[in-house]
Structure formats: structure tokens, C-alpha cells
């Protein structure tokens, strides 16, 4: 018999059943899994009904749990972690495995205390910067004898206090920024081109780390500079074939210094030489002839006086 001669019966069976109702379905699943809520299966006659309270209170005793397994958190050896409840510092915390009140009761900052930053002033590499190059706003500067440099820094430094660099300036890091470049125009601005360009370099390095971390720590902004390094000092590019030939001029005068302090570095040892050779032999021919004429004299003093012993004889 194919499949569907079946005497134009129901095809649900031979009983003229019709097809069970979506509503009932429903019903019949709610009967075998209300249990797991606590409640008592519904009969035919009842409608789905929510899960009972037992149910609920389990609920909310599981997301209560994991609501207090949130606040716990580990720090990392060179972390420091800050605790805020309702936006307001709490307590700082170090190393190793904490619990706070979880959010939005309290929440967490965690800061790197021994990660070395830096600071670019004056230009910007290709790594902090895409393009990379020169920042010229930052790095033209004024010299004592009014000239221009250019001149590139690198500032490394850390957080040395955690509560003071969260809290006390609304940016420390770019307020570092502005701190070092002034003391940097404040120091080359003191100084002629000549020193800075030359044997100054790690002298101004030195004052502008110092003058930076004073402004630094008036501010409170937690950051200590741990280095200064000046990477680059020249003349701005418009000047710097004039400024070329003004330091092979300077360069050759010195070459052409040391040229003759080499000269007579050299004649002088050789100078003195044979004049105490000279001076030597003039006292040895001092001596002889003095020897000589004493020699002859004392001949002649002999004959003398043989003659004036007998005249008539000679």
C-alpha cells in the first residue's frame, strides 16, 4: 500500500486523533522539568506557571557567589594596585592575590611601578610615532648668544608614587612633557652655542634632569626621571651649510694649533740639545787652549831664564 492510501483516515492514526496543540506541548515539558525549581507539576487544567521561590532563592545565591569571586585579583610583582570605592581611594595594595568589594562597589587600578617610560621631546621615532621625524615646536631653541639650535632629548623615567600620579594631575605624563621641555629652554638659553653643540652636552643633560624633577615634584605628579640624554644638537637645517664651514674653519685653526705645538714640541728638545753640545765643546776648547797657552808660557819662562843667565850665549 503506498503511504498515503490510508482510506482518507487522519494521518496521526487509525483513531481520528488530530494533531497535539503547541499549547500543550508546552505544558506537558513545564510537568517534567517544574522539579528542578522545587514546584509541584501542574495538572492538565493548570497554566505554565513561573518557578517557585525556592528556585529563585538558588538563583540569586549562585550569582551572588560569583559577584564576590569577582573582587578577587592578583598583582603582579612590579604592579602596584589602587582601590577605589564609589571613585574615592581606598587602599593600595602590593604583591599577590587581594579581594576587594566587586564592582560597582569598588573597582581596581592596577600600575606598572617599574616600567621605564619615555619621553620623546622634539621629535617622535617611528615607533611612538607612524610618520616619525622632527617636532620642530619643540625642538627650535635659543641660545645665550642668540642663536638657533636644534636639539632632541630623551627622557626616560618611572612612577615612584602611585596614589600621587592617579590622583593629583589630570595628566602626568603629558604635564612631564611640558615640565622638561621648559627646562630645557631655560638651561640651553643660558648657554652659548658653541657649549651646547660641543663639550656641553653632558652638563645640560645633567641641569635640565634637575630642574625637570624639582617642577616635578612641586606638582606631586608622582614621576621620577631616571635619565636625560641629549640625542641630537645642530644648527636649524636653513643655516647648517653656513654652520658647516664656520666649524672646518674652527677645526682647521685648531689643526694648524697643533701642528705647530707638535713643531715645536719637537725643535725645542733638539734646540736645547745642541746648545749644551755647543756650550760643552766651547768649555773643552776653553780648556785646551788655556792648557796650550799655560804650556808655552811656562816654555818660555824656562828660556827666560837661561837667558838672563847667560846673555852673551844666546
Known sequence: MAWNDNNNQNPWGNNGQTPPELDQVIIDFKKKFSGVFGGKPPSNSDTPRLPSVGGLKYIFILALLVWVLSGIYIIDPAEKGVVLRFGAFQEETGQGPHWHLPYPIETLNRVN??????AQIGYRDAISNRRGGNVSSESLMLTKDENMIDAKFAVQYKINDVQAYLFNVANPDMTLRHVVESAIRQVVGKNTMDYVLTEGRVSIA??????????????QTGLQIT????????????????????VKAREDKQRLINEAQTYANDILPKSRGKAARMLEESK?????????SEGEAS????????YEKAPGVT
Open 227 to 246: 635619565t636625560v640624554n641629549m640625542q641630537d644638537a645642530q644648527p636649524p637645517e636653513q643655516v647648517q651649510a653656513s654652520f658647516s664651514d664656520a
Open 284 to 292: 773643552a776648547y776653553k780648556s785646551e787652549v788655556v792648557s796650550r
Open 299 to 306: 816654555r818660555f819662562g824656562q828660556i827666560l831664564a837661561e
Open 206 to 219: 645633567d641641569d635640565i634632569k634637575e630642574k625637570s624633577q624639582e617642577l616635578l615634584d612641586v606638582y
Open 113 to 118: 611601578v617599574e616600567q621605564i617610560r619615555t
